[in-house]
């Protein structure tokens, strides 16, 4: 992939174009959280397909289209399905979102995602604040030429997680149904879940969530300077913890058990932060 700046605002003119105005916030919804994108008002629907430039999403539970419009007093645009490496996009196509973001003037972004809770204290359909992420595995998403209107070719990520949205999230989770905690998001590629001995692993060197998203998507807003949220929902207990191996029935199900919490949740968010 060769994409220039201009390839990166041809997909950005074109949403502008269907939406007829800019959005403020971004949002990402992972899986099973696909639920929020009805909580949008007067939305506008564009499936990825149209979008010049952009891919198509083809995981489980995941819709596969932009939705614009307005949730807790502000202007979104929400990404109603996201993008994998396990599905075979490389590292720099998961750039393109977040690039496509900056370039319509999103002033914040929202990451979501399922996730494997790693920390014993931690339970099924706890929600983790992202204070910080550990990718060991893979490629960068910005491996390849730099381009300079996005950012340096050697971005720092010591504040990728904006500390002012972390401290809103905190915050909101006081009037929250769910428990909220802080922690450390540790990236592997997928598809496969993790072994028991990866995730002791993962445990040792500090990680509090397993996952397989969200972190090339983090490290795009962080090289383009975007203040950043991200957000785990926790959807098993990791490998190794449980007695059981981890099953897609029982991550649905905490899924549609929190989808409704978790949407009111990350309303209450939108409608705290200040752009
Ligand atoms: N590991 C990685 N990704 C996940 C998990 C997990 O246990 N659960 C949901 N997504």
Request: charged residues 20%; aromatic residues 10%; hydrophobic residues 40%.
């Amino acid at each position: 992939m060769d994409y220039t700046y201009d390839d990166y605002r041809k997909s950005a003119d074109y949403i502008l174009q269907r939406a007829g105005f800019v959005p403020e916030i971004a949002i990402v919804l992972g899986s099973c959280l696909g639920p929020f994108a009805q909580r949008i008002e007067q939305p506008v629907v564009i499936p990825y397909s149209e979008i010049p430039n952009f891919l198509i999403s083809t995981a489980p539970s995941h819709a596969g289209k932009l939705v614009l419009g307005t949730v807790g007093g502000k202007r979104v645009v929400c990404m109603a399905g996201r993008f994998h490496h396990y599905e075979g996009y490389t590292y720099e196509q998961l750039a393109i979102p977040v690039r496509v973001f900056k370039c319509l003037g999103v002033k914040a972004v929202i990451l979501t995602n399922a996730a494997g809770a790693i920390n014993l204290d931690y339970k099924p359909g706890d929600v983790m604040v992202i204070r910080d992420h550990i990718k060991l595995f893979g490629d960068s998403p910005l491996t390849g030429r730099n381009i300079e209107e996005f950012g340096e070719r050697f971005p720092s990520m010591t504040e990728t997680y904006t500390q002012d949205l972390r401290t809103i999230a905190l915050k909101c989770a006081e009037s929250s149904s769910l428990k909220v905690h802080e922690g450390v998001y540790f990236f592997f590629p997928g598809p496969q879940f993790e072994t028991a001995s990866e995730i002791r692993a993962a445990r040792i060197l500090g990680g509090d969530a397993a996952g397989m998203s969200t972190v090339p998507e983090a490290i795009t807003a962080a090289h383009c300077g975007m203040p950043l949220l991200a957000l785990s929902v926790m959807v098993n207990m990791a490998a190794g913890i449980g007695k059981t191996p981890i099953t897609q029935e029982q991550i649905d199900s905490i899924g549609e058990m929190i989808a409704g919490g978790f949407s009111d949740y990350v309303e209450s968010i939108i409608r705290e932060i200040t752009v």
